[in-house]
């Protein structure tokens, strides 16, 4: 009987019968009838189990043995009984080839989720930030925004290309945050509580 030994399988030579004709190829179909497959292991026959069960199938319709190394395992073509430790393997083999894709699933949602937007109660950065203090300091002074605008692409490192809308806007949300970060303000022994005068709690 000629032994096929099929490449994708990593066994050395001489775990085979050195009785018996070795013949290495690189596909199941170039194995012969009426021969016996050695394969190292199980999932060397496909990536799911359909594509397994159907080289296995295919094989068998051509009165070929299989031999799985790694499991230890003969499967004959003339044999309707199937060990329940083939099954059980079958069934580890499809378990962790679903585990694989939920696995990558998720990753593909979290990083789409990343790209969608930015997460809740995450500040936004402006490139007004670190120009903050100088944009209040001439408000003060009564400077109109335009001006201000051009003393920072003048004296700081401001794209050319910014809007005084976009500072306008920028003025507008800092003083948003002021407000609402302006809960409580203490006067004596009474403290402004959402627009309520009320003695202070001991």
Do not use: C, W
């Not at 050195?18 to 690189?26: D, G, L, R, S």
């Not at 359909?50 to 190394?69: D, S």
């Not at 001006?147 to 005084?164: F, G, M, Q, Y």
């Not at 507008?172 to 609402?180: A, D, L, Y």
């Amino acid at each position: 009987m000629k032994i096929f030994y099929y490449k994708k399988s990593k066994i050395k030579k001489h775990n085979y019968d050195n009785n018996h004709e070795i013949i290495y190829i690189k596909s199941l179909k170039e194995i012969e009838e009426n021969s016996l497959a050695y394969i190292y292991k199980l999932s060397d026959l496909g990536n799911t189990t359909f594509q397994i069960l159907k080289n296995i199938f295919t094989l068998f319709n051509k009165n070929i043995n299989i031999h799985i190394y790694n499991e230890n395992y003969n499967l004959k073509y003339n044999d309707s009984n199937l060990p329940i430790n083939f099954l059980k393997e079958i069934f580890a083999i499809e378990e962790s080839i679903i585990n694989i894709r939920l696995d990558k699933t998720k990753t593909t949602l979290k990083n789409k989720t990343k790209r969608a937007g930015r997460k809740s109660g995450k500040k936004t950065k402006s490139i007004f930030d670190k120009h903050k203090k100088i944009i209040f300091q001439e408000l003060k002074k009564n400077t109109p925004k335009t001006e201000i605008l051009r003393i920072l692409k003048s004296n700081h490192d401001l794209a050319v290309n910014t809007t005084p809308q976009a500072l306008g806007q920028y003025i507008k949300r800092q003083q948003r945050i002021k407000e609402k970060n302006k809960k409580v303000e203490i006067i004596g022994d009474l403290i402004e509580e959402e627009g309520l005068f009320i003695h202070t709690k001991n």
